[in-house]
């Protein structure tokens, strides 16, 4: 069983950053590739970004990349999400979640384990 917690969301302006946590705990976390997601109102979660076990290996979703950068630090059982150059459409609750793999997916639903979201909302 493994808990995440995320953290860091707000109100940003667009063109603004924000850095989101979370913090893991409960089983081992680096046997864990791990994703974020994001949903927003009347839409359905869509991968945002994943990072491997190792966290060598990284992928975005399309209008993430070059933007946003997802990073982990084992030793603190964390994950994170920098998201620059944020957009109104990037506004939504953004989860973070554990796929027990070595490199992270894009299906939601092949996901274990997923954390409460955090909430962003970049302002035009």
């Known amino acids: 069983q493994v808990q995440l917690v995320e953290s860091g969301g707000g109100l940003v302006q667009a063109g603004g950053s924000l850095g989101l946590s979370c913090v893991a705990s409960g089983h081992t976390f680096n046997w864990y590739a791990m994703g974020w997601f994001r949903q927003a109102p009347g839409k359905e979660r869509e991968f945002v970004a994943g990072?491997?076990?190792?966290?060598?290996?990284?992928r975005y979703v399309d209008s993430a990349k070059g933007r946003f950068t997802v990073s982990r630090d084992n030793a603190k059982n964390t994950v994170y999400l920098q998201m620059n150059s944020l957009k109104p459409e990037d506004t939504a609750v953004y989860y973070c979640?554990?796929?027990?793999?070595?490199?992270?997916?894009?299906?939601?639903?092949?996901?274990?384990?997923w954390g409460q979201g955090t909430h962003v909302t970049v302002s035009s």
């Open positions: 990072i491997s076990r190792s966290g060598e290996s990284t």
């Open positions: 979640a554990a796929n027990d793999g070595i490199v992270s997916i894009t299906q939601a639903s092949e996901y274990d384990y």
